[in-house]
């Protein structure tokens, strides 16, 4: 059975350019970057040309990019990257509830640790209040951690205003933009953004592999100890493929970024409505305006989560559930608990994340099971 692919949000296939562009570097270009020879130096060549094209998308500077293994470890390093620095010790973060848990889990870290967090609430669409951030800041706050866009519900946030209260407050702001990369535009400079985290599998190049922008104006401590490869800030020898790919999808990205997200949205708004139209007692997640072109949220009342992707996946249909981390956990997730969704709704919860390599005809597949598999449930109940 073919598989038709609906959770991009969870990852994505490489790239047939971005594996063509990082095959060579297995190989042929196999030099360390930090060697003199010519092997070395290619292979060091490649890398800053790669780094160049990641700056490109988010409109910085390409030293102010540093690789990483993913968007976790972006998280991770900018968060404790700042809050770990003698002038910051004790001191208070600020982020939300509706955070991945790369970002959650850090925090709690630093909690333990002695440091003040603050999680902000959204509304029900998911936004956060600029009115309650503002409110939240106190003379000891040195950083605001807030996602670009939602991985569940899709909604994007005030970047810009939140942008402009840190810089007036003069406090740092970090944005985990792994969703948001390559789906929206992304411009650091004005959206007075200081550090974003990014991740390439979520956005066509491998897994194991991201970036973090770090503003040149800011003093930040590494995670790793070892060698002085990223200009001292992340030791180890390059994943020097990864890091082409990297490149190469991040190219892509933004020579793209316009009809990509056209594409993602019509087949987005298709489903939406037809689901609406055929299923009744649904809810829509998320916010209809603020929201990633590629992703849709939908919880269809008294279904089991599990059961629903069960069927799905016996149709050769691949989605995500609403439950904590679809890990078997039948618990609502943070996101969809912080929203405020009953239990009712939220047990049955379908994420739906569109994809390059989607065609109508796989959507069309899609809501005709869909609406069927759910239908079938109820009425076995
Ligand atoms: C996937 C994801 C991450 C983690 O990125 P990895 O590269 O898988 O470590 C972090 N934040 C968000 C919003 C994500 O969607």
Redesign the pocket.
Known sequence: MRIRYFDN???TKVRKEVFDKMFPYFMEEYGNPSSLYKLGRMARVGVEEARKQVANLVNCDKNEIYFT???????NTALKGIMYLDKCIGKHVITTKI?????LNTCKTLEEKGFKVTYLNVDEEGRVNVEELYNAITEDTVLISI?F???EIGTIQPIEKIGEIAHEKGIIFHT????ACGNVEIDVKKMKIDML?L????IGAP????ALYVNKNIEFKNLIDGGHQERDKRAGTENVPGMIGLGEACRIAKRDLKIHAKRLQKFRDMYMQEIQDKVPDIKINGSMEERLPGNSNISFKGVNGSELLMKLDEKGICASAGSACSSGSSLPSHVLTAIGLTSEYAEGTLRVTFGEDNTKEDVEYLIENLANIVKEIRTNQ
Request: glycine fraction near 16%; proline fraction near 0%; aromatic fraction near 0%.
């Open positions: 949000a969870a990852t293994s993913g968007g976790t470890e972006s998280d955070e991945h848990h790369a970002i996602m866009a939602n991985n985990d933009a792994v969703q985290s991740s390439g599998h979520k897994k194991g592999i991201g």
